[in-house]
């Protein structure tokens, strides 16, 4: 099987994300939080898993992509990143990159309990699956 490149395993990542966070929140929370439709969880999703899988794949500052707001601007930045294989080579600061993480879901109105819980868990889920990509 053929490693995704970064892009295509961010993608891939997207919908589990928002799953994950939605069933976390529950529907009626993630109704009231403004959360449903119009692309405003894709756009979150991305906000988080951007970051975290390029932490992993490349040594570049997180925080570049820490404010985007728009999906569409959050592919435009990962430029050439986004064609690279998704294969773990880095190992970054876990600690910091959750902690960044988890602030970037409280700006955007996620409750501070369900940031703690849905980051460390998709930092090791990604972090898993790009070690198992081969290069």
């Given amino acids: 099987m053929k490693t995704p490149s970064v892009a295509d395993f961010i993608q891939e990542e997207t919908g ?3 799953n994950e966070l939605t069933a976390d929140l529950g529907p009626q929370r993630a109704q009231a939080l403004g959360l449903v439709g119009g692309g405003v969880l894709e756009a979150i999703a991305l906000k988080v898993l951007v970051p975290i899988v390029v932490a992993f794949v490349k040594d570049v500052a997180v925080d570049a992509y820490k404010e985007w707001k ?18 773990a080579k880095i190992t970054p600061d ?5 902690a960044a993480m988890e ?6 109105g996620i409750p501070a309990g369900v940031a703690e819980r849905i980051i460390p868990t998709t ?7 790009l070690k198992e990509n081969k290069d």
């Fill in 16 to 18: 589990q994300f928002q």
């Fill in 70 to 87: 728009t999906s569409k601007g959050l592919h435009a930045a990962l430029g050439p990143i986004g064609s690279e294989p998704a294969v």
């Fill in 94 to 98: 876990k600690k910091a990159l959750a």
């Fill in 103 to 108: 602030e970037s879901l409280k700006a955007e």
């Fill in 123 to 129: 930092i090791e889920r990604i972090e898993r699956k």
